[in-house]
């Protein structure tokens, strides 16, 4: 008889243990992937900054933001970040190259801005 009472009480709990837990699930595996778009977005903005600085330093601290810009022209078509500003600023023995913008995201309307810097000394040459 009590056998009987704890199946009757135990109906149900399998399926409110997975409308409890498949939720978590999913929100658990889809942060681990927008967590790494972000990631990558973060990369590959930093990677945009540091070619641009390095350009630049060539070049007596200018042409950095193009270089940059060129950069993630070929390396990604808006899918892995949007472009929102390159900045480039330079004083007498440095420059430094911004890129900001924002990941994509799995959620519509949800913003996740990014923004790596780079500096690099000018190179200067000279004849002895």
């Known amino acids: 008889m009590t056998a009987m009472l704890r199946r009757r009480s135990d109906r149900g709990s399998t399926t409110l243990e997975t409308v409890i837990l498949w939720p978590a699930v999913f929100l658990l595996i889809f942060g681990i992937v927008h967590a790494g778009l972000w990631f990558h977005a973060r990369n590959v903005a930093l990677s945009a900054a540091r070619e641009g600085a390095r350009a630049a330093s060539l070049d007596d601290g200018s042409g950095g933001a193009a270089r940059a810009a060129d ?56 004849s002895p």
Do not use: H, N, Y
């Open 71 to 126: 950069l993630l022209a070929a390396t990604t078509d808006g899918t892995v970040m949007r472009v929102g500003d390159i900045r480039e600023f330079s004083d007498a023995d440095t420059v430094t190259v911004t890129v900001t913008g924002s990941s994509t995201t799995l959620i519509p309307g949800w913003r996740v801005d990014v923004s790596q810097s780079a500096t690099a000394p000018i190179r200067r040459w000279s």
